[in-house]
């Protein structure tokens, strides 16, 4: 795997980001713009699907990354479950609702492959590459000072 030096490099970033995009695009032109307790929660959970990924990776250690990434996962689930509640509301026809399905469940699955990536990798992240690398032996080839 390449090197990724930026979250917005990342594929489930970029996936959560257009998931939010699609998102503004149901709020404007939908009735769901008007259910504002259910627009404001829909508007946290796919923010916080973005976001999570974001925040994990620049925590620069792959524990914390993958627990966000867990997080980020759970609220994609819940994003996808708002679905539903949109789709039973009449806000949106089942035609959105399949293509917006897929996209979320696509992004639930490829965050979980990331996941088990990161699980198998020895790799422990940005933030341990210091400690890593002091904790080799030090060896000199001092010699003996004489008078």
């Not at 008007?34 to 974001?54: F, H, P, T, W």
């Not at 990354?65 to 997080?71: R, S, T």
Request: some cysteine; overall charge positive.
């Amino acid at each position: 795997m390449a090197t990724i030096h930026r979250f917005e490099d990342l594929e489930i970033w970029q996936l959560a980001f257009h998931q939010t995009k699609d998102f503004d695009l149901l709020v404007e032109t939908t009735p769901l713009a008007k259910d504002y307790e259910l627009r404001n929660q829909m508007n946290a959970s796919s923010g916080s699907v973005m976001d999570c990924i974001a925040e994990g990776f620049e925590r620069s250690g792959n524990s914390e990354f993958k627990n966000m990434l867990v997080i980020a996962k759970g609220s994609n689930g819940e994003f996808r479950s708002q679905l539903y509640r949109c789709l039973n509301r009449k806000h949106i026809i089942q035609e959105n609702f399949n293509e917006l399905y897929l996209k979320n469940d696509m992004l639930g699955r490829k965050i979980m492959t990331f996941i088990q990536y990161l699980q198998k990798t020895e790799y422990k992240g940005q933030r341990y590459k210091k400690e890593e690398s002091s904790n080799q032996p030090q060896t000199s080839n001092l010699k003996p000072q004489t008078k």
